[in-house]
């Protein structure tokens, strides 16, 4: 078919609208004027997420194009520029070639002039090669791949390779030496038993199409880029799903989604960035390591030390277990000493850690099962996310940028992690389990929806344990607790913690938003904690915990605030009710599990006023006689938490 006018004018307006939106969001919330300077790596402004016009065009002129028909273990070509031999077809001209038929132990190599662009039409065409990759390009500027519409193509490796001096780095079943592009609305499965899925050496670009990979080892890899605006993905992988792995560059080893519909399930890492993994749209359901279930961290704070011999659950490769990672570079701190293979029943290998351009890339034993991972800053403005995770939900070495989408996420260790900073402006957060829900340096949340579920601490600045061991896998330590901060501004946060509700190793500014905390049932824990001050001017919170390391805040905050311990214990599930002296409910929270001690703050606090606290059978007034009210003897006692005992 020739493409008409209309769909060429399509293709540049939609690259046009992806342009934009691809620049369009910043790195940092425009209310966060918190960093942190020892976090100087790649940021989503930094890189170029832009997709070309000839990218999406799936339009071709099919009387100048050149036919491939594969049938009867040979291939017949219809004009120049391409050659055959048995079932093995040499395209060695820049043009468009038309692809259909069924070979049962064929190839297509691409070996053009590195200037020349090549686009192929699979047009129902199905390749399996029982000792190489099914479609290898070897020079070329760039290839295309169209999926016609209605057809589906199938590329089906061994899981062996006979490899030459000439490609001994090959390990994908579509493996490319040159930019790579998919488009169309055809239907490509790709059963990769050797290693790799698709792998591009150079950018990878997919903007339609419905891809289905299965992979022994990672399903898709773009070394320099990937960039994906749209598609329908069903990912099954023994090691990772979307990977890119440059580390040369700031502005390349990025991953950037703005639309597609994904389904991944894998052993290791869903999505990893060696820079910057930026989301803007799309919807994701992803399961890494057998997922929270099979968690890598247990509640009580030690390592899991079994969950690698539980990851069949995960993706493709034999037995639903692929090889590790061929490019397995755990992020995230230095794990925990594994078990041996003959302990796990699992085959691990290992390598030097090298890397040239006539092999592949670095083996590494990986323990890494997160869900979105980067080396520098997962940044996401967009999207509908369903996470069931072994480790980490959303895991960055740098930072994490929440500016917008709707996040949900059932965790075996940390919901979201960052070594840097972690700032929240917009969009829904529902972590629905996890050990630590919220982790970074600094933690900053100028807006949106978060609710945590946490076996330990809810909202934990600093990293690591209080109470648990601290080979944990994920305990990323910080060196200094120099910098760190909680930093509240607006948004309505929901806690739900069995460690601490709100903990942070340095201080904790609240100027805004409104907080609920559903604190620990043992005196171990607060549902406040911090190691520096405490300072409130604005917002609302209601924290519930047990007596014995309960705290308040201090008494340079310019926001009335209480700290009052009741009477006795009251039972999971009865309403906290403050009132003021006519009756008037100011707030109510109903906490779900014990509690005895509450901090509350709200702009409606009012000095010389009284206010009666109700919760079951329990009802006690506190008059605010300063700007902190208190009558614990808690941990926070002798810290500066100034007002009397106030009732």
């Given at each position: 078919m020739k493409i008409s006018d209309t769909k060429k004018l399509a293709a540049i307006t939609a690259a046009f609208f992806i342009t934009v939106t691809a620049f369009s969001g910043c790195s940092e919330s425009a209310n966060s004027s918190k960093t942190t300077s020892s976090v100087s790596q790649a940021a989503k402004s930094d890189i170029d997420a832009s997709i070309a016009a000839e990218d999406i065009d799936v339009g071709y002129d099919e009387?100048?194009?050149?036919?491939?028909t594969f049938a009867d273990g040979s291939a017949a070509i219809d004009g120049e520029g391409a050659t055959s031999e048995g079932e093995t077809v040499t395209i060695s001209q820049a043009g468009t070639y038309i692809l259909s038929g069924t070979a049962t132990n064929g190839r297509i190599i691409v070996s053009a002039d590195k200037k020349a662009e090549i686009k192929l039409i699979f047009n129902g065409v199905?390749?399996?090669?029982?000792?190489?990759?099914?479609?290898?390009?070897?020079?070329?500027?760039?290839?295309?791949?169209v999926?016609?519409?209605?057809?589906?193509?199938?590329?089906?490796?061994?899981?062996?390779?006979?490899?030459?001096e000439d490609d001994s780095n090959t390990d994908g079943a579509i493996f490319s030496k040159a930019d790579l592009t998919i488009n169309g609305?055809?239907?490509?499965?790709?059963?990769?038993?050797?290693k790799h899925g698709i792998v591009s050496k150079d950018d990878l670009v997919i903007t339609d199409g419905n891809i289905n990979v299965t992979s022994a080892s990672t399903a898709m890899e773009g070394k320099d880029s990937i960039k994906i605006s749209g598609g329908t993905f069903n990912i099954s992988a023994g090691t990772n799903g979307i990977k890119s792995t440059n580390t040369e560059a700031s502005d390349k080893g990025f991953i950037s989604v703005t639309g597609g519909s994904f389904t991944v399930v894998v052993n290791n890492d869903a999505f990893e960035a060696e820079t910057v993994l930026s989301i803007e749209g799309g919807s994701f359901d992803i399961t890494t390591g057998g997922g929270s279930a099979n968690a890598s961290m247990k509640s009580d704070g030690t390592p899991n030390r079994n969950w690698q011999s539980n990851m069949g659950n995960g993706g493709g490769g034999p037995n639903g277990m692929g090889r590790p990672d061929d490019n397995g570079n755990g992020m995230g701190g230095d794990p925990p000493a594994m078990p041996t293979a003959d302990d796990t029943g699992l085959t691990i290998e290992t390598a030097a850690?090298?890397?040239?351009?006539?092999?592949?890339?670095t083996d590494n034993t990986s323990t890494s099962a997160k869900a979105l991972?980067?080396?520098?800053?997962?940044?996401?403005?967009g999207g509908e996310f369903k996470i069931d995770s072994a480790d980490?939900?959303?895991h960055s070495n740098g930072n994490i940028v929440i500016t917008g989408g709707n996040i949900s996420v059932?965790?075996?260790?940390?919901?979201?992690?960052?070594?840097?900073?972690?700032?929240?402006?917009?969009?829904t957060v529902d972590i629905t389990k996890s050990y630590e829900g919220i982790e970074g340096s600094i933690v900053t949340i100028d807006g949106g929806t978060i609710s945590v579920v946490a076996s330990d601490d809810g909202i934990n600045c600093a990293g690591g344990s209080d109470t648990g061991s601290t080979d944990r896998m994920g305990a990323d330590q910080f060196s200094s607790q120099d910098g760190v901060e909680l930093n509240i501004n607006g948004g309505t946060v929901t806690i739900d913690a069995d460690g601490d509700g709100l903990d942070s190793n340095g201080n904790f500014t609240m100027a805004g938003g409104t907080v609920y905390v559903c604190g620990p049932t043992n005196g171990g824990n607060g549902a406040l904690d911090y190691n520096g001050t405490a300072t409130v001017t604005g917002g609302t919170l209601i924290a519930c915990g047990a007596v014995g390391m309960e705290e308040g805040f201090g008494d340079s905050s310019t926001q009335y605030s209480v700290l009052h311990d009741l009477g006795s214990t009251v039972s999971a599930n009865e309403k906290l009710t403050i009132t003021e002296s006519d009756g008037k409910e100011i707030l109510s929270f109903t906490p779900t599990k014990t509690w005895q001690s509450v901090v509350f703050t709200s702009a409606d606090l009012k000095k010389g006023e009284t206010y009666t606290f109700t919760a079951g059978s329990q009802s006690e007034t506190v008059t605010i006689d300063g700007i902190v009210t208190s009558n614990s003897s808690g941990k926070s006692f002798g810290k500066g938490h100034g007002g009397g005992r106030g009732f």
């Amino acid at each position: 078919m020739k493409i008409s006018d209309t769909k060429k004018l399509a293709a540049i307006t939609a690259a046009f609208f992806i342009t934009v939106t691809a620049f369009s969001g910043c790195s940092e919330s425009a209310n966060s004027s918190k960093t942190t300077s020892s976090v100087s790596q790649a940021a989503k402004s930094d890189i170029d997420a832009s997709i070309a016009a000839e990218d999406i065009d799936v339009g071709y002129d099919e009387e100048s194009s050149v036919g491939i028909t594969f049938a009867d273990g040979s291939a017949a070509i219809d004009g120049e520029g391409a050659t055959s031999e048995g079932e093995t077809v040499t395209i060695s001209q820049a043009g468009t070639y038309i692809l259909s038929g069924t070979a049962t132990n064929g190839r297509i190599i691409v070996s053009a002039d590195k200037k020349a662009e090549i686009k192929l039409i699979f047009n129902g065409v199905d390749i399996t090669c029982a000792d190489n990759a099914p479609l290898l390009v070897s020079k070329a500027k760039k290839v295309y791949i169209v999926l016609e519409d209605g057809t589906e193509n199938v590329m089906t490796d061994s899981a062996s390779y006979s490899l030459g001096e000439d490609d001994s780095n090959t390990d994908g079943a579509i493996f490319s030496k040159a930019d790579l592009t998919i488009n169309g609305s055809g239907t490509l499965t790709v059963n990769a038993n050797y290693k790799h899925g698709i792998v591009s050496k150079d950018d990878l670009v997919i903007t339609d199409g419905n891809i289905n990979v299965t992979s022994a080892s990672t399903a898709m890899e773009g070394k320099d880029s990937i960039k994906i605006s749209g598609g329908t993905f069903n990912i099954s992988a023994g090691t990772n799903g979307i990977k890119s792995t440059n580390t040369e560059a700031s502005d390349k080893g990025f991953i950037s989604v703005t639309g597609g519909s994904f389904t991944v399930v894998v052993n290791n890492d869903a999505f990893e960035a060696e820079t910057v993994l930026s989301i803007e749209g799309g919807s994701f359901d992803i399961t890494t390591g057998g997922g929270s279930a099979n968690a890598s961290m247990k509640s009580d704070g030690t390592p899991n030390r079994n969950w690698q011999s539980n990851m069949g659950n995960g993706g493709g490769g034999p037995n639903g277990m692929g090889r590790p990672d061929d490019n397995g570079n755990g992020m995230g701190g230095d794990p925990p000493a594994m078990p041996t293979a003959d302990d796990t029943g699992l085959t691990i290998e290992t390598a030097a850690n090298t890397t040239t351009d006539n092999t592949d890339t670095t083996d590494n034993t990986s323990t890494s099962a997160k869900a979105l991972k980067a080396g520098s800053e997962v940044n996401i403005s967009g999207g509908e996310f369903k996470i069931d995770s072994a480790d980490d939900s959303v895991h960055s070495n740098g930072n994490i940028v929440i500016t917008g989408g709707n996040i949900s996420v059932a965790s075996g260790d940390n919901g979201m992690h960052a070594d840097g900073n972690l700032t929240i402006s917009d969009g829904t957060v529902d972590i629905t389990k996890s050990y630590e829900g919220i982790e970074g340096s600094i933690v900053t949340i100028d807006g949106g929806t978060i609710s945590v579920v946490a076996s330990d601490d809810g909202i934990n600045c600093a990293g690591g344990s209080d109470t648990g061991s601290t080979d944990r896998m994920g305990a990323d330590q910080f060196s200094s607790q120099d910098g760190v901060e909680l930093n509240i501004n607006g948004g309505t946060v929901t806690i739900d913690a069995d460690g601490d509700g709100l903990d942070s190793n340095g201080n904790f500014t609240m100027a805004g938003g409104t907080v609920y905390v559903c604190g620990p049932t043992n005196g171990g824990n607060g549902a406040l904690d911090y190691n520096g001050t405490a300072t409130v001017t604005g917002g609302t919170l209601i924290a519930c915990g047990a007596v014995g390391m309960e705290e308040g805040f201090g008494d340079s905050s310019t926001q009335y605030s209480v700290l009052h311990d009741l009477g006795s214990t009251v039972s999971a599930n009865e309403k906290l009710t403050i009132t003021e002296s006519d009756g008037k409910e100011i707030l109510s929270f109903t906490p779900t599990k014990t509690w005895q001690s509450v901090v509350f703050t709200s702009a409606d606090l009012k000095k010389g006023e009284t206010y009666t606290f109700t919760a079951g059978s329990q009802s006690e007034t506190v008059t605010i006689d300063g700007i902190v009210t208190s009558n614990s003897s808690g941990k926070s006692f002798g810290k500066g938490h100034g007002g009397g005992r106030g009732f």
